[in-house]
């Protein structure tokens, strides 16, 4: 069994270091010694490097996006190499929010996947369908997003990657997806991870589900009686403390297989 992973994802939130200290210190002490479950917190660029800078010897952290070369003249942008360098480990890379409003192509995430690995980063790949017409069917936007940001990886850096199946309907909206829907998300995914990576390698790629993601549904997106979601990405509940220590709770009780 893998160990569950849950990442709170603050997006640009919340508006100042101290707000953002307070809320990071209300988890971990919600938390308490919680080593049943990973826990990666992905606060804001500005917050991120200071967060991690204090506390990286006792916590996981992870960038919200990061660039696709190590360093030169692209203004604005943040490199693999100095997250890495802050004692970050992961970076979510590909998220709806960035392609929709960013423009960021499949192109450009593989681009930041590369990068990403090469730095030593663990990526964490988010892929989804915009809209829900018909829930059973796979929609073939997901085998595309993936293949397209794995393009050229090789096998032995697939075991560092996560994906996360957000479907762009339920980010934010207080709609979650169905937890067998999620579960069965999570069994195509992981047949397409085996056909690129090989079964043993796709076996140890933990899979999560993200998208109005609450303390009431948490534990159920985690199947109990096969192997579906290995764990959660959480948006506007992780800036909840309450919330979010309740969500790490619930899954943490789960015994899954
Ligand atoms: P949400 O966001 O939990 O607020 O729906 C999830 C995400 O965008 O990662």
Not at 18 to 35: I, P, Q
Not at 68 to 88: C, D, N, R, Y
Not at 162 to 184: F, H, K, L, M
Request: charged share 25%.
């Amino acid at each position: 069994m893998t160990k569950a992973l849950i990442v709170a994802n603050w997006k640009m939130a919340p508006s100042s270091f101290r707000e953002a200290e307070d809320l990071f210190f209300a988890v971990k002490g919600g938390m308490g010694k919680n080593r049943k479950t990973d826990v990666v917190f992905c606060p804001p660029f500005v917050w991120l490097t200071d967060l991690a800078r204090r506390h990286k010897k006792s916590t996981l952290f992870g960038a919200q996006d990061a660039f696709w070369e190590q360093s030169g003249a692209f203004t604005g942008e943040i490199s693999p190499q100095m997250l890495k360098s802050s004692g970050v480990k992961f970076v979510i890379i590909g998220h709806s929010e960035r392609r929709r409003f960013l423009g960021e192509s499949d192109e450009m995430i593989n681009k930041k996947v590369r990068a990403a690995l090469k730095a030593g980063l663990a990526p964490i790949i988010a892929i989804g369908e915009e809209s829900q017409d018909a829930e059973d069917v796979v929609p073939p936007v997901l085998r595309e997003q993936l293949s397209r940001a794995l393009h050229g990886i090789n096998a032995g850096e697939l075991g560092k990657i996560t994906v996360a199946y957000e479907p762009v309907w339920a980010i934010g909206t207080g709609r979650a997806d169905t937890p067998d829907n999620a579960t069965r998300r999570a069994i195509y995914i992981r047949k397409l991870l085996t056909k690129i990576a090989g079964a043993k390698r796709a076996d140890g790629i933990r899979i999560l589900y993200g998208g109005s993601v609450t303390s009431r549904n948490a534990a159920s997106f985690l199947s109990q009686d096969i192997r579906g979601m290995d764990g959660l990405l959480v948006g506007g509940a992780s800036l909840n403390a309450g919330e979010f220590v309740k969500i790490v709770d619930a899954v943490s009780t789960l015994r899954r297989v």
